[in-house]
């Protein structure tokens, strides 16, 4: 399977903004090969006994309707963050039956995540960090494992790295694209969940690879270990500001 560091092109978060802003509901369009992912994901993140509940970019807010509406207790709470205006007042609208157990907060796409430690129970992220830079999706996983309380579950889906022939082909065609143009695809591109959780840091629970209409999905849930000081995906302290952002290298 190929190496996720290998290095290409991402899209700016302002790139990133503007896309999703300009893409809107349409993306709902892409359910029809998520939906056998997300359905696994929601079998093994136990969100019946969820608390409170993180998405790290809620898009339009559908899985959150799901999580809310059949899935998490009826006192549970629920916080999404977007960079995507569009996304932001989507997700509200979609939201608003549930009164103030859900909240919706638009970011400036910096992977950080503006809550107190051990404040969550479930971080959740939903083909978001495969639109991220490798270092940027290191850096997201650090903000999950502090925000998320010892005994919580971290639970992603990404596109991924093919497991049969038509995926593996698909797979190719997909980033063939993503080379030429990543806004084509939406910036995003196969990834491997799985080699961004360092060991010291996480204790991965469940990683398997779906398929559906031909497009392979990571989907994975995981466990942060001991609270004693976070690491990236290579078991390394993380700076308090992380070199800020490098220098913003991705605005």
């Known amino acids: 399977m190929p190496s996720t560091p290998v290095t290409r092109p991402i899209l700016t978060r302002q790139q990133a903004r503007d896309f999703y ?24 993140g136990d969100f019946g006994s969820a608390e409170a509940v993180v998405e ?8 959150a309707q799901t999580l809310l509406e059949e899935h998490l207790p009826g ?15 989507l997700t509200r609208k979609r939201l608003v039956s549930v009164g103030p157990r859900a909240s919706v ?14 404040s969550c129970d479930r971080f959740v992220s939903t083909y978001v960090l495969d639109l991220l830079s490798n270092q940027n999706i290191s850096r997201t996983l650090d903000q999950a ?25 698909v797979v190719a065609s997909w980033l063939g694209i993503h080379s030429l143009r990543p806004s084509l695809v939406g ?14 840091s996480w204790k991965v629970l469940y990683s398997t690879t779906v398929v559906s209409w031909g497009v392979p999905s990571e989907v ?6 001991a609270h004693s000081r976070p690491g990236t995906g290579i078991d390394r302290p993380l700076d308090p500001e992380d ?9």
């Open 105 to 118: 907060v638009r970011t400036d796409g910096r992977p950080r995540v503006p809550l107190p430690p051990t």
């Open 220 to 225: 994975l849930v995981a466990r942060p270990r």
């Open 21 to 44: 802003d300009r893409f809107g509901r349409r993306q709902d369009r892409q359910s029809y090969y998520e939906n056998a992912a997300l359905d696994r994901l929601l079998e093994l």
């Open 56 to 63: 790290f970019g809620c898009g339009t807010g559908r899985f």
């Open 187 to 200: 910036g995003c591109r196969p990834i491997s969940l799985t080699d961004f959780l360092g060991p010291a």
């Open 145 to 169: 494992w502090k925000v998320l309380r010892p005994g919580g579950l971290l639970c992603l889906t990404s596109l991924t790295y093919g497991t049969t022939f038509l995926s593996k082909w």
């Open 75 to 89: 006192n549970a709470t629920y916080i999404g963050f977007d960079l995507s205006e569009t996304m932001v007042q």
């Open 243 to 251: 070199n800020e952002e490098l220098a913003d290298e991705d605005r």
